[in-house]
């Protein structure tokens, strides 16, 4: 399914990086995609005053890529609209995750990659600071409601199809009765994760203790509810990325990993431009590390972006002598503007320029066959 996008306006334009010699045909082993929920331009224009460098520079290609949601007469998205388009390369409204709406009532099913990804003996992760029930993970794993978070967590158990998980929503794995729970049944679902294999952590200090080696399945959910707000968070999106990566890696078959800034979305929403330059800081430190990876390994693709921005944010005054800008939001939502993206690696040729979001599905598919 595609839908043509026809812009009255070009919301802004963003300087794309060369094309140079990277440039190659071969397939990846490894996809790495990674979401700053809510993050656009300004924001990462303002980490960029901030430090002085970040690592969205580092990357070879790049370019603008749309976001709206399907025709429901809005340009506006929300998180679950958006990462279905970029985990199955269709769209949708907002509220559903992999789910269409069907004529004549009810819902059609939109395949996920990562199911692909499965087929061809790969592995899967998330790492996330939010609950890895949210919408943008759980849009890499389950058919449903973005807040019918309880069926959420009964898919993730029940389909296997993510090896690796570290985030928050521990609430949502504990039966109904235990300290903490937030379900409304008995299901001990942390129990289950046990069950069919799965190393379950819960202590942040347990995270340095894997061994990639001996570890090939395992759940960290290292809070109740969504992690801490950076920088105090522990452990950080960069400690759990490197974890997972080194996992991960151990699969001769290649991995796909997804991972989300997730409170870059909150602090926008909240017109907390503070919170949200050290959530985006965040982000692009672990976005530096995967990339790290990715040039040390090989054979992996990168691709960093945003589901949507937040906000509105706009930059003004501020100086340049001592790495200050001013941020101002526009709105309490989600806007319409579109976001940056950035790829680099194994068929990073393949995008480029002004795209949707449904082009990263699309891509990931034909890179998995």
């Known amino acids: 399914m595609r839908t043509r996008f026809l812009a009255p306006v070009l919301l802004f334009a963003f300087l794309l990086v060369g094309c140079g010699s990277e440039a190659t045909h071969e397939k990846p082993r490894n996809l790495i995609l990674m979401i700053g929920d809510g993050m656009g331009v300004a924001a990462i224009m303002q980490a960029k005053v901030a430090k002085g460098n970040v690592s969205f520079e580092r990357f070879h290609r790049g370019g603008i890529m749309t976001t709206h949601p399907l025709n429901d007469d809005t340009w506006v998205t929300d998180s679950a609209a958006s990462a279905t388009a970029m985990a199955t390369g269709h769209k949708t409204v907002r509220g559903l995750l992999n789910l269409l709406p069907a004529q004549g009532g009810g819902y059609d099913t939109l ?22 029930t949210n919408a943008t993970p759980a849009a890499f794993y389950a058919h449903s409601k973005r807040y019918d978070e309880q069926n959420i967590a009964r898919q993730f158990v029940s389909r296997q199809l993510v090896d690796v998980a570290f985030g928050g929503g521990r609430s949502l794995f504990l039966p109904k009765g235990v300290e903490g729970s937030g379900r409304s049944d008995s299901l001990d679902l942390l129990g289950a994760l046990e069950s069919k294999g799965y190393t379950v952590i819960s202590e942040p200090g347990k995270l340095a203790s894997l061994d990639p080696l001996k570890t090939k399945k395992v759940v960290g959910l290292f809070a109740l509810g969504a992690l801490p707000q950076a920088p105090e968070r522990k452990p950080n999106l960069s400690e759990m990325l490197e974890k997972a990566l080194a996992i991960l890696n151990e699969n001769p078959q290649g991995f796909f990993l997804m991972v989300e800034g997730s409170q870059i979305d909150w602090a926008a929403h909240d017109h907390d431009a503070e919170w949200e330059e050290a959530e985006t800081i965040e982000f692009e430190e672990a976005v530096g590390k995967a990339l790290d990876f990715a040039r040390k390994e090989g054979h992996t693709l990168v691709l960093a972006t945003a589901d949507h921005e937040t906000g509105g944010m706009a930059l003004e005054g501020g100086s340049q002598s001592r790495h200050t800008i001013e941020a101002r939001y526009i709105l309490k939502e989600h806007s319409a503007n579109p976001v940056a993206f950035f790829v680099d690696g194994p068929s990073s040729e393949r995008f480029g320029g002004m795209i949707d979001n449904t082009t990263i599905g699309q891509v990931f598919w034909e890179l998995l066959q």
């Open 111 to 132: 395949r996920i990659f990562t199911e692909l990804a499965k087929k061809r003996g790969k592995s899967v992760g998330i790492v996330v600071t939010c609950a890895i």
